[in-house]
């Protein structure tokens, strides 16, 4: 009994000391892994930066990975782009499509998951799953259909016929991240405001959407990424070649300018230098809300 006694406690320290010497190199085993995908993620990026500024003989000489021995770089590429090619006019489109088509939905998904999680209606659960079933509708199936409503219309080739499409297409899976978020917010909350007088829309302007900004961010990055990189909707219904966005321009300039990477190369970094804007200036918001939607219900 007395060395069992004397040697348990000697076995937990034992055994303490060796989960604490485990733990620092588990983190330390993580953080080169994160480090190691950060590193193969940043090459394709970094190159594509890099080749942006280089001069086409300088392309069709070296790889990018030689752009400093010795360093040829020049602006020429992002001028041409923006100014000969009409590049410049259309990254002002896709501002134009995409800012409307990321509030838009996002403000109406907002208001319609607030009626889903909080408000009592009859059919409320039918309408919720109707909802859910349009999110495996494969857009492909709904061209055809929605483009000869927008020429009877005359909402094709049109900002306003985007801007609706964009927000009809993604306003499922918005309704459905944010009515799992609002749904987990403290029921206490909304019975103070109801036996304080609140009205519903004050309820949702002064309570819940200040308490919504992860999963409002985190949505609107989804959208906002959604729609900028989109080609298929803007090809089909804007037949205006003054409005259409950079997507599209560049679909354009890969048959005319295949072989031509100095060009290629600048448009595709200006394309994607927004997106990657906006990921990081919400990037707090991002985890947060995206996993708040996912558990919460």
Known sequence: ?????????????????AQAGFRPSAKLLVHVILFALMIVWLIPSVGLLI???????????????????????????????????????AFLNSFLITVPSTLLPVFIAALAAYAFAWVSFPGRDIVFLIILVLLVIPIQT???????????????????GLWIAHTAYGLPFAVYLLRNFFAGLPKDLFESAKIDG?????????????????????????????????????LVFMSNPDLQ?????????????????DIMSASAFLSMIVPLMVF??????????ITAGAVKS
Request: glycine share 6%.
């Open 1 to 17: 009994m007395t060395t069992t006694v004397r040697t348990a406690p000697r076995q937990l320290v034992v055994e303490k000391s």
């Open 51 to 89: 080749t942006s500024f280089r001069p086409a003989s300088a392309i069709a000489d070296s790889g990018w990975w030689t752009a400093f021995s010795p360093a040829r770089f020049t602006t020429e590429n992002y001028r041409m782009v923006l100014e000969a090619q009409g590049m410049g006019s």
């Open 142 to 160: 709904t061209l055809v259909p929605v483009l000869r409503l927008f020429n009877l219309t005359g909402l094709s080739g049109s900002l306003p």
């Open 198 to 234: 609140a009205s519903e829309l004050r309820v949702f302007f002064r309570i819940v959407l200040p308490l919504s900004v992860p999963a409002l961010a985190s949505l609107a990055i989804f959208q906002f990424m959604w729609v900028w990189n989109d080609l298929l909707i803007a």
């Open 245 to 261: 966005p950079m997507t599209v321009r560049m679909q354009a300039l890969l048959g005319t300018y295949a072989t031509e990477w």
């Open 280 to 289: 990081f200036a919400l990037q707090r918001y991002f985890v947060t809300g």
